[in-house]
């Protein structure tokens, strides 16, 4: 599975976003897509994901609970992040993913909030 991620730029705090991952044609099933980021020197931690089949289940971190909404699309191969509220602790490179027997990652795209 490819992933192509885009989206990211510079905001002002306060501000909004939305980022895209696509998923290329893949033979394995896809269970779930979502993001994670890494700010700098610090550890990769989850954003949001989504179940791509069923119920569309979702997961959030705690940090973005309530600004942050994870959509996907009716074939399961894109995810959409709509970030709001973005404040600077949210600056980080963001990673899509995509789950099927392994755990499949995007390049990267770079959100900046400044203050």
């Known amino acids: 599975v490819q992933l192509q991620a885009s989206g990211g730029g510079l905001v002002q705090a306060g501000g909004s976003l939305r980022l895209s991952c696509v998923a290329s044609e893949s033979t394995f099933i896809i269970n779930a897509m979502g993001w994670y980021r890494q700010a700098a020197d610090q550890t990769r931690e989850l954003v949001a994901t989504?179940?791509?089949?069923?119920?569309?289940?979702?997961k959030y971190g705690d940090s973005v609970k309530g600004r942050f909404t994870i959509s996907r699309d009716n074939a399961g191969n894109t995810v959409y992040l709509q970030m709001n509220s973005l404040k600077p602790e949210d600056t980080a490179v963001y990673y899509c993913f995509a789950q099927t027997h392994q755990t499949f990652w995007g390049q990267g795209t770079l959100v900046t909030v400044s203050s």
């Open positions: 989504i179940a791509t089949g069923g119920d569309g289940r979702i």
